[in-house]
C-alpha cells in the first residue's frame, strides 16, 4: 500500500519564512509589514513542530500499516515483537506550502514506481481552501508525470469514531484541571477560510459543527460552542466568531473558565502555539477568564490508528 500524507508546511529556519509566505500567497510577495508581522509571530513561539509531527506522523502510520498482529495463540508463543511485517507500505509526505512539497512527493512516488496510492490530509474536514487545494497540488503534479498514479482520497473523516474518541480523551484531561466543569464554557475551534468559499457551498463549517456536537454528546458537556481562528491578513470577510471575540463574549456571559479544543488541527503549529497560547489566551487573561486548551493528538497511536483505518477502507475501495 501507499500513501501520500499531507499537511501545511512550515518554514525550517528564519530565512525560509519569506518564500514560504510567497508560496502561500500563490507567488506574490508578501507586503514588508505583513512579512515582519508573520516573522515576529515565529520568534515569538521559538519554532513551529508542524514540520515534525508530521513526519513522526507518516513514519508511525507507515510502521502501523506494515505490522500484522498475528492470531491471539501465536501472539502468546511467538517471537517478541509479537508482530510480523506485512508490508511493504511506503507512507509519503507532501506538504502544501514548504519542502517537501507535495509535487515533490508526487514525483518521489512515481520514481519508486507507484502507481496506485491512497492520498490523505492530516486536516479532518474538507475545505475549497484545503483539501480542495492540496488536490489541485497532487493534480498540477500528475500532469508532469509519463504515467499517471491513480489516487484514492480521503476527503473528509470529521466524524470517525476513533477520531472523536481520541479527541474526546484529550478534552476530558483539561476537564479535569476545572475548577467547576458544570460552569465552565467548552469552545471548539478550526482555522477560519473566507466567507466566500461558505458562500461557494463550502462543507468546512458544516464538518467543524459535527466534529463539535460529536465530542459535546460523548462528554455529556452541559453547552459547547464553535469559533474560528487564524483568519488571514486579507480584507475579505473571513468565518467567525473570531476565538477571541467569542472569548469577550463568554465573559460577558458570566462564564469564569474556559476549555478550547483546537478540532481542526491534529497537530500543533504556529496556529495553536501561537493563536491560542500566546494570542487567545493573553484575550481570556485580560477579560477575567481562566483558559484551558485541550492538548493536540500530533503523532499519538490513538491519532495514527484512526489515519490507519482511513487510508486502509480507501484503498480497498
Ligand atoms: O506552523 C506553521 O508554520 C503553519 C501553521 C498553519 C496551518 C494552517 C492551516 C490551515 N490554513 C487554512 C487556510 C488558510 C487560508 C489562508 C491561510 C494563510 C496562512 C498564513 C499562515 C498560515 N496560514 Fe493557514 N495555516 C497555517 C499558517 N491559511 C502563516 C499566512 C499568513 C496569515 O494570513 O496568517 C489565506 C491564504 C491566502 O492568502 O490565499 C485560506 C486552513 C487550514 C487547516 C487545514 C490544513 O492544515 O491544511 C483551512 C497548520
Known amino acids: 500500500m501507499n500513501v501520500l500524507l499531507m499537511a501545511y508546511g512550515t518554514p525550517y529556519a528564519p530565512e525560509e519564512i519569506e518564500p514560504y509566505y510567497t508560496d502561500i500567497r500563490r507567488g506574490k510577495r508578501p507586503p ?21 509531527i508530521t513526519l513522526a506522523q507518516a513514519i508511525r502510520l507507515q510502521a502501523l500499516l506494515n505490522l500484522e498482529a498475528p492470531p491471539y495463540p501465536r501472539r502468546l508463543l511467538g517471537p517478541f515483537p509479537p508482530r510480523a511485517p506485512q508490508g511493504p507500505a511506503r507512507v509519503y509526505v507532501g506538504t502544501k506550502h ?19 496510492a491512497v492520498a490523505i490530509v492530516a486536516a479532518p474536514h474538507y475545505s475549497l481552501r484545503s483539501v480542495a487545494e492540496y488536490r ?11 504515467e499517471p498514479i491513480d489516487f484514492a482520497w480521503v476527503e473528509s473523516y470529521e466524524a470517525h469514531p476513533g477520531l472523536i474518541a481520541a479527541l474526546a480523551r484529550r478534552l476530558e484531561e483539561a476537564i479535569w484541571r476545572l475548577k467547576d466543569p458544570a460552569k465552565a464554557a467548552y469552545v471548539f475551534t478550526a482555522h477560519s477560510i473566507p466567507v ?21 454528546r460523548r462528554l455529556s458537556l452541559p453547552r459547547y460552542s464553535v469559533a474560528y481562528q487564524s483568519a488571514g491578513r486579507t480584507p475579505e470577510p473571513w468565518l467567525g466568531p ?4 467569542h472569548l469577550r463574549a463568554l465573559r460577558e456571559g458570566g462564564f469564569e473558565e474556559v476549555v478550547v479544543q483546537a478540532v481542526g488541527f491534529p497537530a500543533d503549529h504556529l496556529e495553536v502555539y501561537y493563536d ?41 475501495r
Open 32 to 52: 514588508e509589514d505583513l512579512l515582519h508581522e508573520l516573522s515576529e509571530r515565529y520568534a515569538a513561539i521559538g519554532k513551529s513542530p508542524l514540520n515534525e
Open 98 to 116: 514548504w519542502h517537501p512539497t507535495v509535487g515533490e512527493a508526487v514525483a518521489a512516488m512515481h520514481e519508486d514506481g507507484v502507481r496506485r
Open 136 to 146: 489541485e497540488k497532487v493534480e498540477a503534479a500528475l500532469k508532469a508525470l509519463p
Open 196 to 216: 466566500s468559499a461558505v458562500e461557494r457551498g463550502d462543507p468546512y463549517p458544516h464538518q467543524v459543527e459535527r466534529t463539535a456536537e460529536l465530542i459535546a
Open 242 to 245: 473570531d476565538i477571541n471575540e
Open 276 to 316: 491560542l497560547d500566546l494570542e487567545a489566551q493573553a484575550t481570556a487573561r485580560e477579560v477575567g477568564l481562566r483558559l484551558l486548551r485541550a492538548r493536540s493528538l500530533n503523532a499519538d497511536p490513538d491519532y495514527i490508528q484512526v489515519l490507519k483505518e482511513l487510508v486502509e477502507a480507501a484503498w480497498l
